[in-house]
């Protein structure tokens, strides 16, 4: 009368159980280890926007003081050019100048939104909309 393996599986399957457990070890360290890359990243994206945000503040708010700036100049050449005082090329640059602030703002603006979009994205972004999520 032989051993009977059927009897005893845990004397012959010892070292598979352990490898089995030694790999979903390694795979709990792995997981555990790209989610925290996960987060880091996460968390690095929404600082990247967030300082881009501040910086688009400034800019906004120096394209705006530009584009006043460049408003009462043009209103003053056209006083100027109106009593002859200056010449009509003078004024096509004046003109010109407050365009091109005009211009300037609104790439400010647009980058504002811009990055107020990237904020709501780096934020998981959408997730209010997600079917999964039970609303109250």
């Not at 009977?4 to 555990?32: N, S």
């Not at 996460?42 to 300082?51: E, I, K, P, R, S």
């Not at 050449?77 to 602030?101: D, I, P, R, T, V």
Request: charged share 20%.
């Amino acid at each position: 009368m032989g051993f009977d393996r059927r009897h005893h599986p845990a004397i012959f399957d010892g070292g598979t159980l352990k490898h089995r457990e030694r790999a979903a070890q390694d795979a709990f360290t792995e997981a555990a280890e790209q989610y925290r890359s996960t987060v880091l990243t996460a968390f690095q994206n929404v600082a990247d926007t967030l300082h881009a945000l501040n910086q688009d503040a400034e800019g906004l708010k120096a394209a705006a003081a530009a584009k006043n700036a460049a408003a009462v100049t043009l209103e003053l050449s056209k006083k100027q050019y109106g009593s002859g005082y200056l010449s009509y090329l003078a004024l096509l640059s004046a003109e010109q100048a407050y365009q091109q602030a005009v211009i300037n703002l609104v790439q400010a603006q647009s980058n504002r939104y811009s990055d107020t979009a990237a904020l709501f994205q780096a934020l998981g972004g959408g997730w209010w909309n997600c079917p999964d999520i039970p609303k109250h």
